[in-house]
């Protein structure tokens, strides 16, 4: 897979992401079940996968995957990440809490 600057990335980098991704969200939903209120349960999911995805800086930065243009595009998308947090706490209530 090309990687738009004349590079190889490696196939399997983005499959991998996906699949603990998905293997996170199962176990985050077995876990948790529906004891806890939706705004806690949402609370402690991104309270993990925080964690998560700050254990994978070390093996991202030895790849050489993180270089300055990935953190200007994070610092650029910075400012939006309070108006997530404030629709998220806005449009919680009004998700059913019965599946």
Same mark, same amino acid.
């Given at each position: 897979m090309d990687d738009g600057e004349g590079g190889k990335t490696p196939v399997h980098m983005g499959s991998h992401g996906i699949?603990?991704?998905?293997? $996170? *969200?199962?176990i985050m939903s077995l876990?948790?079940?529906?004891?806890?209120?939706?705004l806690a349960f949402g609370g402690t999911s991104a309270v993990f996968f925080a964690a998560i995805n700050l254990a994978k800086w070390p093996p991202y930065a030895w $790849? *050489?995957?993180i270089d300055w243009r990935n953190m200007a595009t994070s610092l650029a998308l910075l400012p939006l990440a309070p108006l997530g947090v404030w629709l998220g706490v806005k449009l919680t209530p009004h998700v059913p809490q019965a599946l």
């Open positions: 699949g603990v991704s998905r293997l $996170l *969200g199962a876990s948790n079940g529906s004891s806890l209120i939706m $790849l *050489g995957l």
